[in-house]
Nanobody, 118 residues
């Protein structure tokens, strides 16, 4: 298991953009598919996007499709989540995790808070 670190969250107005990053120290992410998840207040954690180990295959939940883009840079050992056209419903704590099969594998990190508000 590794400790994943999410960053890049913040407060933006509706329609704004943020770019989240997911990385770790000491272990490479390059051999694993990576998923992004979020948990809004009072709701269960949900998976919103994932990327294969090669970076060739991606998945988006309907709620973010067309607005979010996942990518990875193996040299930087980082997975990115570009979030555009943010909506108030995107307000949540965002987490990343390595995927084994289709399930998150590592203990959850602290996440990064995204707040979309006018």
């Amino acid at each position: 298991q590794v400790r994943l670190v999410e960053s890049g969250g913040g407060s933006v107005q509706p329609g704004g953009s943020l770019r989240l990053s997911c990385t770790t120290s000491g272990r490479t992410l390059s051999h694993f598919a990576i998923g992004w998840y979020r948990q809004a207040p009072g709701k269960e954690r949900e998976g919103i996007s994932c990327i294969s180990d090669s970076g060739e295959n991606t998945y988006y939940a309907d709620s973010v499709k067309g607005r979010f883009t996942i990518s990875r840079d193996k040299a930087e050992n980082t997975v990115w989540l570009q979030m555009d056209s943010l909506e108030t419903e995107d307000t949540a704590v965002y987490y990343c995790n390595r995927l084994v099969g289709s399930s998150p594998y590592d203990p959850w990190g602290q996440g990064t808070q995204v707040t979309v508000s006018s």
